[in-house]
């Protein structure tokens, strides 16, 4: 942008932002079904709860609770000691007829006959391997057929033959979770001593351990199993094993796949392509492309974001969101961080919607980190449209304070720098540079603005357009409505009269600001924040009731805002950040 008519347009996708979610107020691009698919590797989502008493009271921790990893998933793998065999289980819980060992030995099963139960067999099963009652053993047979098909050991491969094996298999264990033992013990025996369609199969096991968790009596024996194949590199599949068994302990911690996967996805697994590769926006309307497996949750993609950005401190990632705005809806909240990217992708290209994944900060805690050009470039961006919309700008009475234009001039001379603009701003584009306030305040004409932003030009304009950037967020982060995230909302304070507000959520706690000066009204730090509740009325108005206060004296403050979830969820993130802070 070299003139300034690229100025203005810079500017101006800034102001008109699209898509107008308080957190979101960036400048966004479309994004193309083309540019994703499917990378080729070698062998819409549930509100938070509310905060109840106790949680907020206490101080107690926010998130869902997963249980600790298991011994399995911890410890690096064991050498071949002969423990947590597949045989071992099958002596112990497979039925009692398939292993007679207390019968006479006459009639004992040989060795060769007891290991031919748990490996490879080209030939359907006619019972379960596991004690089922009648319907299960039922499905059992049929997810024993499914198998083989996939595998194409039953009837050839033909064609979408493994995707209608994979729903079969998907929709029996999903109806019936004592089928899932029986289903992970058929995959460990077609994939033992299997030299003729072991491929598939392994690559139908990543599919499945994806989705569904197993008993805690056949969980060391499995994770033994694929331990075993996983970091034996002497082993054909050891590459598609350890996918599996990163896929399994995915879904101990995560709860596993809630949809079923596409058919593209299917057939791509099937295909030996392990990965998708996923178009995630950033502020200002850039991307990057991530591959995204099977079992990548937006945890994982948050962190490698963070990566990218030189964002290190665990504490600090928590900051970071990735939410997932569809066209036509007018409001958004981020995805839950344990939320498999896949399931919520499969679901809107099923319904045909046009969507965009946006990584972004929500939470504004941890200072700045201005020697990031990475991070400088994210932040700026994201912040930017707030600047320029006038929500950081405080006016006493209508009126600039002199420290205020005094920031505003340099900060005006910084973007038209940050555009890469070698000569200082003409009258024309000085007015997209100033915060829409400042322009319509009575204080100073545009004239006047002119000469001081001019006056700032000769200070910046050796600065690189990064290092402008940097600047400005040096400046703004001294604001006092710096980091926050705003919404306007109407206070009830008397059912008849409800006053409108704009709600400012920052690290200090809760603000209710002058709808036009930003002047404070009120405020709250959140150790006074007893709970939070969404409520609707009988014409379905949804409303937050704040519970502020001590355990002795509370007051409750109701607000009525279409933001009510995502005001509930930015305050459980400062309560917590500030928690763990505190340990």
């Known amino acids: 942008m070299g003139d300034g008519v690229g100025l203005k347009a810079w500017h101006q996708a800034l102001r008109d932002s699209k898509y107008k979610s308080p957190v979101l107020r960036m400048y966004l691009r479309r994004v193309d079904k083309e540019d994703e698919h499917w990378e080729e590797k070698a062998a819409p989502p549930s509100p938070d709860d509310d905060l109840t008493d106790s949680q907020i009271a206490s101080h107690h921790n926010i998130h869902q609770n997963y249980s600790a990893p298991t011994h399995a998933q911890t410890e690096q793998p064991s050498t071949s000691d002969g423990k947590h065999s597949l045989l071992q289980f099958a002596m112990e819980h497979f039925r009692r007829d398939k292993f007679r060992l207390g019968a006479p030995s006459s009639t004992s099963w040989t060795w060769s006959e007891q290991m031919s139960m ?24 049929e997810c024993y057929v499914s198998i083989m098909r996939y595998m194409g050991d039953y009837g050839g491969n033909n064609g979408g033959g493994e995707v209608e094996a994979v729903y079969t298999l998907l929709r029996n264990c999903h109806g019936s979770p004592p089928l899932r033992d029986e289903l992970y013990c058929q995959m460990m025996k077609q994939t033992t001593n299997n030299s003729k369609t072991a491929q598939r199969g392994w690559r139908l096991f990543t599919i499945l351990s994806a989705y569904f968790t197993c008993s805690e009596e056949l969980q060391p024996y499995l994770f033994k199993y694929l331990e075993s194949a996983a970091y034996d590199k002497r082993r054909a599949y050891h590459g598609t094993a350890l996918v599996t068994l990163q896929n399994l302990r995915k879904t ?30 950033l502020p200002g309307g850039t991307q990057r492309v991530l591959n995204v497996k099977g079992s990548t949750v937006v945890k994982d993609i948050i962190e490698e974001m963070c990566g990218l950005l030189n964002i290190s401190r665990v504490e600090e990632r928590e900051e970071f969101s990735i939410y997932c705005i569809v066209e036509g809806d007018t409001f958004t909240m981020p995805l839950m961080k344990e939320e498999y990217v896949l399931d919520v992708t499969t679901e809107l290209y099923k319904n045909e919607q046009v969507f965009y994944l946006i990584f972004c900060r929500s939470v504004w805690f941890f200072p700045l980190k201005l020697d990031s050009e990475p991070y400088v470039e994210v932040v700026f961006n994201q912040v930017a449209p707030d600047y320029l919309e006038g929500l950081l700008l405080v006016m006493p009475e209508g009126t600039l304070r ?36 400042a322009l319509a305040a009575r204080d100073l004409k545009p004239i006047q603005w002119v000469g001081l932003v001019g006056g700032q030009w000769d200070s910046v304009r050796a600065l690189s357009p990064g290092q402008a950037k940097a600047r400005v967020l040096d400046i703004l982060q001294s604001w006092p409505l710096f980091g926050s995230s705003f919404f306007s909302v109407r206070r009830i304070v008397d059912a008849s009269l409800p006053e409108e507000y704009i709600m400012a959520l920052n690290k200090s706690g809760v603000h209710f600001l002058d709808p036009v000066t930003h002047e404070p009204v009120s405020f709250s730090p959140y150790n006074e924040i007893i709970s939070t509740r969404k409520v609707k009325n009988e014409e379905s108005v949804l409303y937050l009731d704040l519970k502020f206060g001590n355990l002795m004296q509370q007051r409750i403050s109701r607000i009525q805002t279409e933001h009510a979830h995502e005001i509930s969820r930015l305050i459980r993130m400062y309560i917590y950040i500030k928690k763990g802070l505190m340990e």
Do not use: W
């Open 402 to 437: 002199q420290e205020d234009v005094n920031d505003i001039s340099r900060i005006a001379a910084l973007l038209h720098r940050a555009a890469e603009l070698q000569q200082p701003p003409a009258l024309k584009e000085t007015k997209y540079l100033l915060p829409k306030p």
């Open 118 to 141: 748990v490996k490879y067999s080209q030939a359907p099963i006619t019972e379960s391997l596991l004690p089922l009652d009648e319907d299960n053993n039922r499905l059992a047979i």
């Open 252 to 281: 101990f911690k995560y709860g596993g796949r809630r949809n079923v996967p596409s058919v593209e996805e299917i057939t791509a697994i099937t295909a030996g392509r392990n990965a998708k590769r996923q178009i995630f926006r």
